[in-house]
């Protein structure tokens, strides 16, 4: 399973775009991207998953390059109800078992 | 479908005693994950299973904590004699088999168990 590396923790004002990226640099060819958010007392919630350019949902965006060794999770205008934990996975069901394991994630902080 | 439900919610016992945690997953889903969190570890994977066997018991930090899955429908995790290191919320997730849906889990509301 790839490893991944984000940052621990952002500040943005209400209402800006909130890039967040992480680094994936062994990632394997069948890996998928996952983006997890996760709200103080609730259990983390799918938000987006792909494996290569970009995909958009109606939540956030998740744009991967061409190398995939990394990938940046963007929220557009975010809201005060945007504060939480954002996890980055990387791993693929190959036929045989994948283990999710979720790394520190990033705690981001949506200020007024 | 009512999503992934935990029981119970909230959970406080003394030390020595045994804790039962239970856990439906949504229908359909054959893979089912039990997660323990803590301010200090995070997000821990303790044991994940496909189809009702259990696949990679790992995490399981000891002997004391034990999972099942009787049926697709149903699985517990117990820890018997409960410590207070084991004050967590334990949160139970399931999704379904393969490709890239195997990675989107959905998980339940987690169980808070404080262990005095």
């Known amino acids: 399973l790839a490893k991944t590396t984000q940052p621990i923790s952002m500040d943005s004002y209400e209402g800006q775009e909130v890039n967040i990226t992480c680094s994936h640099n062994?990632?394997?060819?069948?890996?998928?991207i996952t983006w997890y958010q996760q709200f103080p007392s609730q259990g983390p919630r799918f938000i987006i998953q792909?494996?290569?350019t970009k995909v958009t949902n109606e939540v956030a965006s998740l744009f991967i390059p061409a190398d995939r060794k990394s990938s940046t999770l963007s929220l557009p205008r975010v809201s005060l109800s945007d504060t939480a934990v954002y996890y980055c996975?990387?791993?693929?069901?190959?036929?045989?078992?994948?283990?999710?394991?979720f790394g520190t994630g990033t705690k981001l902080q949506v200020i007024p | 479908d009512a999503g992934v439900i935990q029981s119970p919610r909230h959970e406080v016992t003394e030390m020595g005693q045994e804790v039962t945690l239970r856990c439906k997953p949504i229908?359909?889903?054959?893979?089912l994950f039990w997660y323990r969190q803590t301010m200090m570890r995070g997000l821990e994977l303790l044991i994940y299973?496909?189809?009702?066997?259990?696949?990679?018991d790992s995490g399981m930090p000891e002997d004391r904590f034990s999972a099942k899955m009787p049926n697709a429908s149903f699985s517990t995790l117990k820890i018997q004699p409960s410590e207070p290191r084991d004050s967590a919320v334990y949160f139970c997730?399931?999704?379904?088999?393969?490709?890239?849906?195997?990675?989107?889990?959905?998980f339940g509301a987690g169980s808070r168990l404080t262990v005095l």
């Open positions: 792909g494996y290569k």
């Open positions: 062994n990632i394997a060819t069948n890996d998928y």
């Open positions: 229908s359909g889903h054959d893979y």
């Open positions: 299973f496909n189809n009702n066997v259990p696949i990679d």
């Open positions: 997730a399931s999704s379904f088999p393969g490709g890239k849906e195997a990675n989107v889990l959905t």
């Open positions: 996975l990387v791993g693929l069901y190959s036929g045989g078992y994948q283990k999710v394991t």
